[in-house]
C-alpha cells in the first residue's frame, strides 16, 4: 500500500526501513513507563534529552553513580535495539518514554507484547516496535546471554526478525527467524517517515463536512 | 463565561451494517469515523481533548513549528493538576521546573485560544475529576487526554482514551485522531457486595484475576447487577482503572444514575438542548444481539476488601489472604516476580495483616471525589489517627475541596489528625513535593504501585479509601471489616 503523497506536508518523522544491530538485553516483565522514565523527569517541554535518565532509578543509584549490574552499564551490551519481557510500556501514557528510548540511541524495541498506547507512542515517533512469540525472545535472551555481540536484523519491508546465524563450537546454532505483524498504514509511515497529522490535513474537508452532519 | 462546547458531534444510526445489533462501543466509534478505508485506520472524530501541563507543551511546540492554529480550541479543555503544590497553592510554586510548564501551560492555551482552569479558578483540578463534575463528560461523546486514566469518563457512557503527545498534536491540530477500531470485551460482576467492599475492590479484584496486561486491545464494557448498583463516582472509579490491565478503555451504558448525575452541572445540556441529549443517550447501550469479542463474569459476594503486594496493579489480593508464592508463579515469570516482593520487602506466603505503614494517601482521579472523602470521614469521625502515620487527603478538585469545607468534613479530618490539603495529583505520581520518602510503605488510593511511583523507592499498597483509612487509624494494614462488624455489634 502507498500513500498519495501528493496531499501530505511531509513533516520529518524518523523512518525505518532495516537494521542490523546487537541488542540490548533487559529480561524484566511488565516494564511500565514509570520505570522507562520516572515522572520526576517529566517536567521539561522540549522532547529532547530524556535519554540520560532512561531506567534512571535502575541504573543509578541514590549519588547517581551508574549500578554496575544494570545492563545499561555493561559495556559488553551495545546497540540499537532494546530486548525486553512480555507487556512492555504498561502504564502512563507519558511518550517521554519513547522519546527516552530513542534518545538514548535505540531505534527498535522488541518483545512479546506491548502494552497499548506505548506502540502507538513508539510507532508515532519512528522507534519500532517489533512483536515476537515467547518462543522466539526466549531464544533471543539465551542468544544474546551467550554471545552478547549477537547480530540480530530487523527488516521491516519483509517484516522479519532474525538472529544472525551464530554457531558455536559446540555445534549449537543460535540463530533463528521469525515474521511480524504491523498496520500496513504504519509501516508505510515509517517507511516513508510520514505521521498521522498529514494524512488527516490531506482530509481536513470531510472533517468539516463531518462536523456539519 | 459559557465558552465550552459540551455538544457531541454524533448522529445515531439503528442497526449495525448487516442488521446485527452493535455493542456501545461499537454505537459511538460508528457514530463519530469521519472516513473509514480498509487497510487504513479509521479517522474518528474527538468531540472533547482534556489538556494539563506534563503532555502537552511538545504538542504546542509542535503546532508552531508547523504554523498550524489549534483547529477547534472551544472543545478542548486544560488544567494545572500534575505538578502543583497541594500546600499554598496560591504562592509561586517553588520548584523551578514545575511552575515553568504550569506557566508554559497558561501562555500555550492564551496563544492558542483554549480555555484554562488554572490554579486560583475555581474549577481548578485534576483532569479526569473536572470533566465529569463540570458537565463536560457526557454520554455518547469521544473524550481524549494526554493521560491513561482518562477511561475515568466512560462511566458515562463515553468512548474516552489515553493518548501520547503526537496524538495530542493531532488533536489539536485536526480534531480527530487515526484510531484503529478496538475489540470488545464485557465484564459482567453480578450480585451484592459484602460489607466494607466498593468499587475500588471491584477493580481490584477483576485486575487479579485477569493480570495487569488481561484487557490489552480491548475496550471494556463494565455491566451486572454490581455495576448497575453503583453510583457514579464509583463506576468512575471502575473506569479509571482499565488502563491497569492494558485496556485501551472502559465505559458503562448511561442510567438514569448517570442522567441524574448530569442534569444542572455547568456545562450540562440544559432546556430543549437537554431534551434532545437525553433522547439520544437512551440509545446507548449495547444491543441484546450485540457480539463482544471476549465476555467474563465475576460475581461480587466474592470479592473481599482487595490489596496489593507488589509492583503492578495485578499483583492485589484479598487482605485475609496470603502473598502467593514464587514457585507457583509461570516459571518465565518468576524472575520478575522476586524482583517485585524484593523491592516491597515482602516474602512468599506471608500475610499482610498487622503490617506497619508509614503513609496513607488518600487522593488521585482514582478515589478523591466527594463520596471518597465522605466515606471516610463517616469512618474516622470520632477515631484518631496512629501517632505513626502521616496521613493525606488530597481531594480531586477545587469543587470537591470545597463541597468537603461546606459539610464540615474538614473538622472531621482534622479532629482525626488527617491532613486536608489542596487539589491535585499530588502523591499519586510524586511530581510535587509530596513524596512518600525511600523505604516508607504507603497505603494508597490511587492507581498504581509501580516502583518509585510515588517516590524513589517508596513502596506503595493499593486499597479502597476505607481500607487506608483503617490503616491511617490502626498504624497497620487492616480489614475493614473488622470495625464494621464492632460497630455494628
Ligand atoms: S491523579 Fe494520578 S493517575 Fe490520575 S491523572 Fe493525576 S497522576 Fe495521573
Known amino acids: 500500500m502507498i500513500l498519495d503523497t501528493r496531499y501530505l506536508i511531509l513533516f520529518e518523522m524518523k523512518k525505518f526501513t532495516k537494521l542490523t544491530s546487537a541488542v540490548v538485553p533487559l529480561n524484566i516483565e511488565n516494564i511500565d513507563t514509570d520505570q522507562i522514565i520516572p515522572a520526576r523527569f517529566l517536567k521539561a517541554t522540549t522532547r529532547e534529552g530524556f535519554g540520560e535518565n532512561l531506567f534512571c532509578d535502575w541504573r543509578y543509584d541514590a549519588d547517581r553513580q551508574p549500578k554496575p549490574d544494570f545492563v545499561l552499564n555493561d559495556k559488553t551490551y551495545s546497540g540499537k535495539i532494546l530486548l525486553a519481557g512480555k507487556n512492555f510500556g504498561c502504564g502512563s501514557s507519558r511518550e517521554h518514554a519513547a522519546w527516552a528510548i530513542q534518545d538514548a540511541g535505540f531505534d527498535a524495541v522488541v518483545s512479546s507484547f506491548f502494552a497499548d498506547i506505548f506502540k502507538g507512542n513508539a510507532l508515532n515517533n519512528g522507534l519500532l516496535p517489533v512483536q515476537v512469540s515467547d518462543e522466539f525472545l526466549f531464544k533471543m535472551f539465551e542468544a544474546v546471554a551467550k554471545d552478547h555481540n549477537t547480530q540480530i536484523t530487523i527488516d521491516l519491508e519483509n517484516q522479519t526478525i532474525k538472529i544472525e546465524g551464530q554457531v558455536l563450537p559446540s555445534g549449537e546454532d543460535l540463530g533463528g527467524a521469525e515474521s511480524f505483524e504491523i498496520n500496513a498504514y504504519k509501516k508505510s509511515c515509517l517507511i516513508n517517515g510520514y505521521d498521522d497529522i498529514d494524512f488527516i490535513l490531506a482530509q481536513k474537508e470531510l472533517v468539516e463536512e463531518f462536523e456539519k452532519s | 463565561m459559557l465558552t465550552q462546547s459540551t455538544e457531541s458531534h454524533a448522529s445515531p444510526s439503528p442497526l449495525g451494517k448487516d442488521g446485527m445489533g452493535r455493542t456501545l462501543v461499537e454505537k459511538i466509534w460508528d457514530a463519530h469515523v469521519v472516513k473509514s478505508e480498509e487497510g487504513f485506520p479509521d479517522i474518528l472524530y474527538i468531540d472533547t481533548h482534556l489538556i494539563h501541563e506534563v503532555t502537552s507543551p511538545q504538542a504546542f511546540d509542535g503546532m508552531r513549528k508547523r504554523g498550524l492554529p489549534v483547529f477547534r480550541p472551544k472543545q478542548t479543555v486544560a488544567t494545572a493538576d500534575h505538578n502543583v503544590p497541594t500546600l499554598n497553592q496560591l504562592q509561586p510554586i517553588k520548584e523551578e521546573l514545575s511552575r515553568y510548564q504550569v506557566d508554559m501551560l497558561t501562555k500555550n ?191 461480587a459476594a466474592a470479592i473481599a476488601p482487595m490489596i496489593t503486594y507488589g509492583t503492578n496493579p495485578g499483583m492485589g489480593m484479598g487482605i485475609q489472604e496470603n502473598i502467593p508464592a514464587t514457585n507457583a508463579q509461570p516459571e518465565k515469570e518468576q524472575l520478575s516476580y522476586q524482583k517485585a516482593l524484593d523491592y516491597m520487602g515482602f516474602d512468599d506466603d506471608a500475610s499482610l495483616i498487622g503490617k506497619p505503614v508509614d503513609y496513607v494517601f488518600i487522593g488521585s482521579c482514582t478515589n478523591s471525589r466527594i463520596e471518597d472523602l465522605r466515606e471516610v470521614a463517616d469512618f474516622v469521625k470520632g477515631k484518631r489517627k496512629a501517632d505513626s502515620v502521616i496521613a493525606w487527603i488530597v481531594p480531586g478538585s477545587k469543587q470537591v475541596e470545597q463541597q468537603a469545607i461546606n459539610e464540615g468534613l474538614d473538622i472531621i479530618f482534622e479532629a482525626a489528625g488527617f491532613q486536608l490539603r489542596e487539589p491535585g495529583c499530588s502523591a499519586c505520581l510524586g511530581m510535587n513535593e509530596d513524596k512518600i520518602p525511600a523505604g516508607k510503605y504507603c497505603v494508597s488510593t490511587s492507581n498504581r504501585n509501580f516502583e518509585g511511583r510515588q517516590g524513589q523507592n517508596a513502596r506503595t499498597l493499593l486499597a479502597s479509601p476505607l481500607t487506608a483509612a483503617a490503616a491511617a487509624v490502626t498504624g497497620k494494614i487492616t480489614d475493614v471489616r473488622e470495625f464494621l462488624l464492632e460497630e455494628q455489634g
Not at chain 2, 484503529?180 to 470485551?185: I, L, Y
Not at chain 2, 488502563?243 to 444514575?257: H, K, N, S, V
Open chain 2, 109 to 299: 492555551c492564551a496563544e492558542f485560544g483554549i480555555e484554562l482552569y488554572g490554579l486560583g479558578h475555581p474549577f481548578q483540578g485534576i483532569v479526569h475529576v473536572i470533566g465529569p463534575e463540570l458537565g463536560i463528560t457526557l454520554p455518547g461523546k469521544t473524550m481524549v487526554c494526554g493521560d491513561s486514566h482518562t477511561s475515568t469518563h466512560g462511566a458515562f457512557g463515553a468512548i474516552a482514551f489515553g493518548i501520547g503527545t503526537s496524538q495530542v498534536e493531532q488533536v489539536f491540530a485536526t480534531q480527530c485522531l487515526l484510531q484503529q477500531k478496538p475489540k470488545t470485551m464485557k465484564i459482567e460482576v453480578n450480585g451484592e457486595l459484602g460489607k466494607g467492599v466498593g468499587a475500588k475492590d471491584i477493580i481490584l479484584y477483576i485486575i487479579a484475576q485477569i493480570s495487569a496486561a488481561g484487557g490489552t486491545g480491548y475496550f471494556i464494557e463494565y455491566a451486572g447487577s454490581a455495576i448497575e448498583a453503583l453510583s457514579m463516582e464509583a463506576r468512575m472509579t471502575i473506569c479509571n482503572m482499565s488502563i491497569e490491565m492494558g485496556a485501551r478503555g472502559g465505559l458503562i451504558a448511561p442510567d438514569q444514575t448517570t442522567f441524574d448525575y448530569i442534569k444542572g452541572r455547568e456545562f450540562a445540556p440544559a432546556g430543549a438542548e437537554w431534551d434532545k441529549a437525553l433522547a439520544y443517550w437512551k440509545t446507548l447501550y449495547s444491543d441484546v444481539d450485540a457480539k463482544f469479542d471476549s465476555v467474563l463474569t465475576f460475581d
